[in-house]
């Protein structure tokens, strides 16, 4: 987004070098990166970057006041409601679109957030090989609060273990080895020890849970959640059947707990008010429609992915909806066709991570994940044979050293 930046990055930039990297991402794990990787990262000045961690820190405000959960507690459908110490969300991520408002200027705006983990383990790989591959200037980094791959590592180490040890742990999954991301289950292996495991291999006795560990029946003392339950819906009645055991009273720590995937989610949206983040309320407490409709995006509450979004609403539309309490009306937000690249400008989303670690009165922003589109929306199925899109990174402006 930083023109001299993007015009010397893309003037440097060959088919050559973006093979060696991609080589050098796949070597780790061959034939695991099962998802697009973009040509180029993206580098946002300081000004930027405080704009989407203000915002980040705003809706932080009023996930650790007291309270948050009880007080929300209706965003956890019932038949998801995981029992359980629900603990701290240790887990957050926050998604900014990069947009151009009504000055033509360019602003971040959120477009979603998560109480779940997203690639945490796979980012500080690829930021590595990026820099390996390709001039990034030495005052840009792509962790925030002066974290780098050591502290980061270590932080998300320390979090997802507390004080067991890894063979105790487990990263839960449908189907880990058939999962796009799986690249990261891979790596969180070989940062933290931990080792992926299939829904389907839980064994319970009694309400403890064990894994088949090198052959010995190991027991699971804390679980790194990656299962979403719309995804465990959409399986055969075998598999959802076995996902039932999760909603029964388990001698099991989760980090994070299942339930902060709804708890921050869509659903805490319409109580934010800050100027990076669009205008949102639930469809259910609309006293009438907003005569500029069409400025508007209707989205469903308890969807992953984009699933089930509506971009161009219409009355028609919101009339269709006969649970309006689980939808909400957004205002939207104008993506911009900034990041130049040789066969047309592409749009980009950020997700910002951040981490919360016992004992600690707030999480903390540490790294991110960009994507790159040319499509209406964010995404694979939107971007299919295009270049310069896909996963990638942002590289924050480091304040000078004075």
Not at 60 to 87: H, Q, R, S, T, Y
Not at 156 to 178: T, W
Not at 235 to 248: R, S
């Amino acid at each position: 987004m930083i023109r001299e930046l993007r015009e010397q990055f893309n003037t440097a930039f060959t088919e050559a070098k973006y093979n060696a990297y991609l080589n050098e991402l796949d070597a780790l794990h061959p034939g695991a990166l099962a998802f697009r990787v973009a040509e180029t990262p993206i580098f946002c000045d300081q000004h930027f970057t405080q704009q989407m961690l203000s915002a980040c820190e705003s809706i932080v405000d009023v996930i650790v006041a007291p309270g948050f959960a009880e007080k929300n507690a209706k965003a956890v459908p019932a038949d998801v409601n995981v029992p359980g110490n629900l603990g701290l969300p240790e887990f957050i991520a926050f998604d900014f679109g990069v947009c151009e408002n009504e000055e033509g200027k360019l602003e971040p705006q959120l477009i979603e957030m998560q109480g779940f983990p997203t690639l945490f383990a796979y980012q500080p790989w690829q930021i590595s090989a990026l820099q390996h591959h390709f001039p990034i200037p030495h005052n840009y980094s792509g962790y925030l609060n002066g974290f780098n791959k050591q502290t980061y590592l270590q932080l998300l180490k320390e979090i997802i273990l507390k004080d067991h040890s890894p063979e105790q742990v487990i990263l839960l999954e449908l189907f880990p080895h058939e999962q796009k991301t799986r690249i990261d289950f891979y790596c969180t292996q070989d940062y933290i020890g931990i080792q992926p495991v299939c829904l389907t291999e839980l064994i319970r006795k009694q309400n403890k849970l064990y894994y088949i560990n090198n052959g010995v029946e190991t027991e699971i003392k804390r679980i790194y959640n990656r299962i979403i339950f719309d995804d465990l819906q959409q399986q055969t009645p075998e598999v959802q059947e076995k996902g039932k055991l999760l909603l029964e009273p388990l001698e099991v720590e989760w980090v994070p707990h299942p339930n902060w995937f709804y708890l921050i989610s869509k659903y805490t949206l319409p109580f934010i008010v800050h100027p990076n983040v669009p205008e949102t309320t639930f469809l259910s407490e609309l006293a009438e429609l907003p005569a500029d409709l069409g400025q508007y995006v209707l989205k469903p509450l308890f969807s992953f992915a984009g699933q089930g979004v509506i971009i161009d609403v219409t009355e028609e539309d919101v009339k269709k909806v006969t649970d309006p309490e689980n939808w909400i009306l957004q205002r939207k937000v104008k993506y911009a066709d900034v990041i130049a690249t040789p066969d047309g400008p592409a749009k980009a989303e950020i997700r910002i991570f951040y981490f919360w670690k016992e004992g600690t009165l707030r999480p903390v922003a540490t790294c991110n994940l960009t994507r790159l589109s040319k499509g209406k929306m964010i995404g694979v199925r939107y971007n299919k044979d295009k270049t310069w899109v896909g996963g990638t990174v942002a590289f924050f402006e480091e304040p000078a050293i004075v």
